[in-house]
């Protein structure tokens, strides 16, 4: 199983505190050695890392854990191959392009017989989780030909997503920069942290920070990540089933999917 | 104006040393301090790396520098903003996906009064060299529904260029990974390496590469660059219109745009 790593801020604020605690689950302490991948969006442009190799291991992993790369919307993904061979084509996030912004995507989980009907977009490589990122795609641009209100947009992802619960697992991030789409079929937690900060310290490395330190009163900045990152907060667990939107570090949409059994 | 740096190689080369000589025209010697990004394939896989900052200055470049990526073809850019400002999102290479490859391209010149028709594939950002990407992208798109053969590629690439002759300068990279179009208007040199290798010397740089010590017999490798950048070896220049397909480091394709006055 893949581990996914996400951020929703209001302002723009680095991920290298996660992504080190992260990084040691990629191949070191963890079993996910097949790859890894950040999505840090500026703006509507978008800074994209990706490597087949262990994250623990990667010169590019260790750059963005000690070069503070500032965002607001971020999705990080380790891999652990099971639908697709070990290579860049297979390692997330995705991208493509939709109504001029850029969407980043990531997903941990498998579907059994996921098919999608062929459209404008398709997979470059061979993983299931490409595939379900080119249906949503190709679902969203032939029902509207510009961005719909969110409501609509998170209800059209809804009944997207819906009927591939029963296919399998299905943890996923999605953003277009300006919000960040999180479902949860099986495990995620998220956290927010906001005035008044106080200390962090990783789970699974001898790392602490001190967020008073790097933060202004107003800053809002909430990490959602498919385990707790930290020994000494209290993360929150999503429901399985629940999807939350998020934009500038707080929730502005949330739900339950209806399983179709 | 921007400067472009291309390579196609039989097999998966570094591009370092040639990158070194062109990061120092990115705002150190040269006046492209806008922004500056790579492109490589690997496989059908597609690694970017941008930065809106000099590139001379980039810890990212550094890396890049520093850290052999392997490919068999590579597009880099260094940019002079004109059109569109300094912004992650206006920095070259642009990428988007057709037919299951992701796309790149990247572009120097200006296009004065460039408005395509609207199509699925848009611009992010708001530089004209993303619309004429887009531009290409659609008018494929529309053209064909799988890759066609590449001298109809080259012959509808041809086509959608022509007319944008009159309208300023437009050199030009692209590639899908298989293969790499370049359209000089007015500037671009190329240089073929290949057995028996020997010693080169960069002309912006104290930096002496012997490339007999990082090659087999067999290798072939092109690099295609704004200026020569080396000062020991005879590079050949492209004609103001000419066009050149790149595969496996060596011309597959070439031809001339008829100019429409």
Known sequence: MCELLGMSANV?????FSFAGLMRRGGEIGPHKDGWGVAFY???GLRCFH???PCHSSAIA???EQYPIKSENVICHIRQANVGGVSLANTHPFTRELWSHYWAFAHNGQLAGFHPAAGPYSAVGDTDSERIFCHLLNTLASRYSAPPR?????QTLS???APLLPLGVCNLMLSNGEWLFTLCTSKL???TRRAPFGPAQLSDLELEVDFKQ???ANDIVTVIATEPLTSNEQWEAYQPGEWMLWQKGEIVLRGLLLTVQ
């Open 150 to 154: 969110l409501d609509e947009l998170t």
């Open 189 to 191: 937690h998220w956290i």
């Open 214 to 216: 790097h933060t202004t």
């Open 51 to 53: 490597d087949a190799s």
């Open 159 to 161: 009944e997207c997503c």
């Open 62 to 64: 260790r750059l963005i």
């Open 12 to 16: 723009p604020t680095d991920i290298c």
């Open 42 to 44: 500026e703006g509507k």
